[in-house]
């Protein structure tokens, strides 16, 4: 044998001896109960020496481990003083711990030193198999701890792969993600390569972070890491598929209210509009970008800001847009932008928002359901504070809409529908005279008997509202079928008291107002229950009986009431 291949034995070996004794140095010190926060600093420190020693296996190249091994020896003694309660003194014991410390940081500096000085070959890019989520929680951190010795001291290449690889692990599991967040270097690690000038690391690192991002518990440790700076950068200056990223990152990090001055003070908002009124931009980057300034909106001095900056124009034209996500963003920020402000909310209508919001309405649109609810909430939020909006509305064609969802939508288009209509009701007089002559009340009275509660109290409310207007109640009374349906479900409705069987009987009520509204009441055959609920002291049933008794009806009912 020669002295070459001698050479390379002993080197083997004495790696082997190296590789064996941290690995067995990290199992001795998770049985130490004391002096925590230190072995919990040498463990990280053995660590990254074993993610440094298995790549020096892997690329075959030599290197001094006799300090190594002596450091090793010593921390050993120390670790079993420290399980064995064996140490002469606690003080004593830190020193000697702190002087551990020492040792590790310097050995992994020098081993650093040998990585950027291009010692280790190209060997060392091929990446340690990662344990399954079902591995035991060491053999994971093992496999993290080795990606970011790569991230930290490989070329470009190899950080590249380092960043898949953790970025694919993480994607499968959230085990992964935990552990990520665990280990903490690695978080400041993917801060810094946002601001890579290597526009694949900074891609990367923005598909990580906007990974963490979508777990709720670990947001605050991406903020506290410093993020939310270097991902305006990324927007500024960054790639689209780094901007993408970025922007996704920032949507899930605002959603805490509390992170909005971060985003504005780092001139985020700007930056964002700027996304959203470029139309170069694609619908993956526009979207996310939406999202952030949509969750931005709610802090007034924002608000106002991207005001002054043109913000509602430039979401009146993105709404316009043939994407559902950006349509769908787009149209809550305009209604959440003019919340509670009436000068704003103008200016959305005078801008032409009522339009946009109302072509989406169009039977013979392409516009998904989930665009209609959206756009529907928006113009109740928009318009019915105003008669000047709601005739604008009724101008655009909103009632013959309305209608038509009413009647033909898709199970949640038609309960927005029927929640628009309740509330437009209560709004306007000539909306609710419009609303008779179209059609209205013939699909409310459908619905009054619908499996749901609450459409069942919506379609009565809206009902009620629309027969106190004199000219609707006539054209309900002239179906026959229309009170008796009516008191038929006001005879099946269960208890004596209950919002519905209120309005019921408020609906009962104004039709009265009506001679022959009265005579086909009185001459039901369900009048004795209206009776037994006066009887009940049930007020309204007590006021329809009173209204029923009087003149020549009085003749039609029971002797006994006395008033």
Known sequence: ???????????????????????????????????????????????????????????????????????????????????DLSYSGKLLMQSDLDVMVSKFDSHVKNLSGVYTAGILSHGFAIVVSRPGLGACKEDMRFYVRDLLTRMKIGDIEMKMQALGNLYQAMADGERYVKIVVEIGDILYVLVGFLDSPEMGIQEQASKIVALISGFDLYKGFLVRAGIIGPLIRVLESGSDLGKEGAAKCLQMLTVNADNAWSVSAHDGVTALLKICSNGDCGGELIRPACGVLRNLVGVEEIKRFMVEEGAI??????????????????????????????????????????????????PKSGTSSKTRE???????????????????????????????????????????????????????EE????????????????????????????????????????????????DDRNIGFLLQLLDQEEGISGNNKMLLLSILMSLTSCNSGRRKIASSGYLKNIEKLAEAEVHDAKRLVRKLSSNRFRSMLSGFWHY
């Open 431 to 478: 909306a609710k005279k419009s609303m008779g002559d179209a059609g209205f009340m013939p699909e409310l009275l459908k619905l009054l008997d619908a499996k749901s509660y609450e459409v069942r109290k919506m379609a009565t409310e809206a009902l009620s509202s629309l027969v106190s207007v004199s000219k609707n109640r006539k054209r309900f009374i002239q």
């Open 1 to 83: 044998m020669g002295e070459e291949e001698k050479a390379k034995q002993a080197m083997e070996s004495s790696l082997g001896k190296v590789i064996e004794g941290i690995s067995s140095l990290i199992s001795l010190s998770h049985s130490i109960k004391v002096f925590n926060v230190k072995w919990q600093i040498i463990r990280k420190k053995l660590e990254e020496l074993s993610s440094m020693f298995m790549a020096i296996e892997t690329s075959g190249s030599s290197c001094d481990f006799s300090s190594i091994l002596v450091t090793l020896n010593e921390c050993y003694d120390l670790a079993r003083r420290c399980v």
């Open 313 to 362: 124009s430039t979401f009146i034209e993105l709404a316009r847009s043939k994407d559902d996500v950006v349509q769908i963003n787009s149209i809550e920020f305009l209604q959440n932008i003019a919340s509670g402000d009436e000068w704003i909310r103008e200016t959305v209508v005078t801008e032409g928002g009522i339009r946009v919001l109302v072509r989406f309405l169009d």
């Open 374 to 428: 959206v756009s529907l909430r928006a113009l109740e939020s928009l318009c019915f504070s105003s008669q000047n909006s709601i005739n604008m509305l009724m101008d655009y064609g909103f009632i013959d809409q309305l209608l038509f969802f009413l009647r033909n939508g898709e199970v949640l288009v038609q309960e927005s529908a029927l929640k628009v209509t309740s509330r437009l009701c209560g709004a306007s």
